[in-house]
């Protein structure tokens, strides 16, 4: 039975929840997302029946710290460390070489994953409370509009939502390659940015 709570029940709720393999949906700066237990195949089986998701397509993780994500990539280089300095808590998404063999629906055809360390508190209360990186993918169904609700993210097959209020309208975050200063999605963090705090970066994508 899917459960719709605020506050501290609703993150202790969906902490129990990812402990069980089960989907979660929590608020983040722009949408209500999707999370679940990301080293589960159980798990993503889950979270990739309820949103009707090609398993072709990688989801992104959230994380509380850099510190959380460190045992799972093969390095983190400078410019990534200048990244989580300057624009972490924020909208700026790292892909980042992992360390060993990760669930395929997490990496990358090249072998990254990418990570970002969110602003809205309670999302990054969740990962916190859950000790470690959750998935972090628009709760909606596949090619639908996102959720910016509680309501609108209770989609069938989700156990617990951690419902904060609405959502504000915000663009997604920028997707960058730190190793390369590739810019892979366009976002609110923008090349003059990333030059300003020292990171050197190539907006064509």
Same mark, same amino acid.
């Given at each position: /039975?899917?459960?719709?709570?605020?506050d501290q029940a609703g993150l202790d709720a969906a902490v129990a929840?990812?402990?069980?393999?089960?989907?979660?949906?929590?608020?983040? @700066?722009?949408?209500?997302?999707?999370?679940?237990?990301?080293?589960? @195949?159980?798990?993503?089986?889950?979270?990739?029946?309820?949103?009707?998701?090609?398993?072709?397509?990688?989801?992104?993780?959230?994380?509380?710290?850099?510190?959380?994500? @460190?045992?799972?990539? #093969?390095?983190?280089?400078?410019? #990534?460390?200048?990244?989580? @300095?300057?624009?972490?808590?924020?909208?700026? *998404?790292?892909?980042?070489?992992?360390?060993?063999?990760?669930?395929?629906?997490?990496?990358?055809?090249?072998?990254?994953?990418?990570?970002?360390?969110?602003?809205?508190?309670?999302?990054?209360?969740?990962?916190?409370?859950?000790?470690?990186?959750?998935?972090?993918?628009?709760?909606?169904? *596949?090619?639908?509009?996102p959720a910016r609700n509680a309501a609108a993210a209770a989609l069938?097959?989700?156990?617990?939502?951690?419902?904060?209020?609405?959502?504000? #309208? /915000?663009?997604?975050?920028?997707?960058?390659?730190?190793?390369?200063?590739?810019?892979?999605?366009?976002?609110?963090?923008?090349?003059? /940015?990333? *030059?300003?705090?020292?990171?050197? *970066?190539?907006?064509k994508h």
């Open positions: /039975m899917m459960r719709v709570l605020p929840a990812i402990r069980a393999d089960q989907v979660i949906a929590y608020p983040t @700066e722009t949408v209500y997302g999707l999370g679940v237990n990301p080293f589960s @195949e159980t798990a993503l089986d889950a979270l990739f029946a309820v949103k009707a998701r090609e398993a072709d397509k990688p989801v992104l993780l959230i994380v509380d710290m850099p510190a959380q994500i @460190e045992r799972y990539v #093969a390095r983190l280089s400078v410019p #990534a460390l200048q990244c989580m @300095e300057k624009f972490w808590p924020g909208p700026l *998404s790292l892909l980042l070489p992992v360390a060993a063999t990760l669930p395929d629906r997490l990496t990358g055809p090249d072998g990254h994953i990418c990570v970002r360390c969110p602003e809205n508190a309670t999302a990054r209360q969740l990962c916190s409370l859950w000790g470690g990186p959750i998935t972090s993918t628009s709760a909606n169904f *596949s090619g639908q509009p069938p097959g989700v156990s617990v939502v951690v419902d904060a209020g609405r959502c504000d #309208a /915000m663009p997604p975050s920028t997707i960058l390659n730190p190793d390369t200063g590739q810019i892979l999605r366009a976002g609110p963090v923008d090349a003059a /940015m990333l *030059s300003q705090a020292g990171i050197a *970066s190539d907006d």
